[in-house]
């Protein structure tokens, strides 16, 4: 099983870059940005309370967006493998998925981190905003303090794996085909 996280601040190009792995390597993918947006949209109890925090740029708590992986690992369990987008975001997040993974005699295979800096996140969220009608993409007070939530919270997930050896670092400024293509050699090398 191939088992990829793909790492980096708000807007490095995750969603972007999930779209061309999953064309070409067939893995199953897991955005926890995207599952919560549908249980926003659906109206349910859990979108409701997910919606106020994703407003504000904060996370969500970590028991919800770990429930929400859990119940998509049991329903692909002949899967080839998995891209987690935007998932762990916190340590607690990491050391959850290697229990569940473990758990099915699985682990993570490697995470692709891409690196911009925040001048750049903020051009390109700005951006989206002004077709995604996402909320969260149209202010840049709010974009600042997601940037923030990833300092703080995210960036020491990079740490967690660099321990264990899985971590690789790519430059997410440049041509998408190319960074695909970056991307592509370091999933080939783990
Ligand atoms: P996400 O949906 O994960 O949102 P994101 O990080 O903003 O998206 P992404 O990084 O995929 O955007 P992309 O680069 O593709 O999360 C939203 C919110 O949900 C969070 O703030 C949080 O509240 C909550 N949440 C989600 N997961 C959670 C978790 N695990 N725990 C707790 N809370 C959680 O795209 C950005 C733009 O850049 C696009 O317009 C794209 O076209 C452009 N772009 C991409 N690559 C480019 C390139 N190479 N050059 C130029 N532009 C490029």
């Not at 911009?116 to 989206?128: G, I, K, M, P, Q």
């Not at 923030?148 to 794996?161: G, H, I, L, M, R």
């Amino acid at each position: 099983m191939l088992n990829l996280i793909l790492f980096g601040p708000p807007g490095a190009g995750k969603g972007t870059q999930s779209e061309k792995i999953i064309a070409k390597y067939n893995l199953i993918h897991l955005s926890t940005g995207d599952l919560l947006r549908s249980e926003i949209q659906a109206g349910t109890e859990l979108g409701l309370k997910a919606k106020t925090l994703m407003d504000q740029g904060i996370l969500v708590p970590d028991e919800v967006v770990i429930g929400m992986i859990d119940n998509k690992l049991k329903e692909h369990r002949d899967a080839a493998g998995f891209i987690f987008d935007g998932f762990p975001r916190t340590v607690k997040q990491a050391e959850a998925l290697d229990n569940l993974l473990a758990s099915y005699n699985e682990g993570i295979s490697v995470m692709v981190a891409l690196s911009v800096d925040d001048d750049e996140l903020l051009a390109r969220l700005l951006n989206r905003g002004k077709t995604s009608g996402r909320p969260d993409d149209q202010n840049e007070e709010l974009i600042a303090k997601r940037i923030q939530e990833y300092n703080s919270k995210t960036k020491p997930v990079a740490d967690y794996y660099q321990k264990q050896g899985k971590f690789v670092a790519i430059n997410g400024i440049g041509e998408i085909d190319f960074i695909f293509g970056e991307i592509s050699n370091a999933i080939e090398a783990a």
